[in-house]
């Protein structure tokens, strides 16, 4: 599987950086984020290093298919009945701060719009 070694999110899935483990597949993980921007914040990666949204073909449609699916099994699992937002902030205008693709599940609380 292709990881690169200066990447905190592989590192955090090989183990190398510890984290709690709230959902885990051969290709994904979900894990809390640090810095919660709502009660539930959960982070959901590929295991594999790909660097952003904007890094991915077609030939990639599996795997984000299956990212997407996995948001919305982790909101259940965390009980997000009133609804969620998933965001993947992609580069430097998305706000995109790890260069390792991530899915943000967001919830338990009301979301407005626009986002900042
Ligand atoms: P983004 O700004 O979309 O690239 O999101 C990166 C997210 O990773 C931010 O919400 C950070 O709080 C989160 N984050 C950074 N380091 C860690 C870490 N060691 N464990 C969990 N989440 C992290
Ligand atoms: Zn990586």
């Not at 999110?9 to 919660?36: H, M, Y």
């Not at 909101?75 to 790890?98: E, F, M, P, S, W």
Request: some cysteine; charged content about 15%; overall charge negative.
């Amino acid at each position: 599987m292709a990881t690169n070694s200066d990447c905190l999110f592989c590192k955090i899935a090989s183990g190398a950086i510890p984290v709690t483990r709230l959902f885990e597949d051969e290709q994904l993980l979900a894990f809390p984020d640090i810095n919660p921007q709502a009660p539930v914040h959960v982070l959901i990666i590929p295991k594999q290093h790909v660097g952003s949204l904007a890094h991915t073909t077609a030939n990639e449609a599996g795997l984000l298919g299956h990212l997407l699916a996995s948001g919305a099994e982790v909101a259940q699992q965390q009980g997000l009945v009133k609804g969620y937002r998933l965001v993947i902030n992609t580069g430097h205008d998305g706000g995109q701060t790890v260069d390792h693709l991530h899915l943000h599940l967001l919830g338990g609380r009301h979301m407005t719009w626009p986002p900042g």
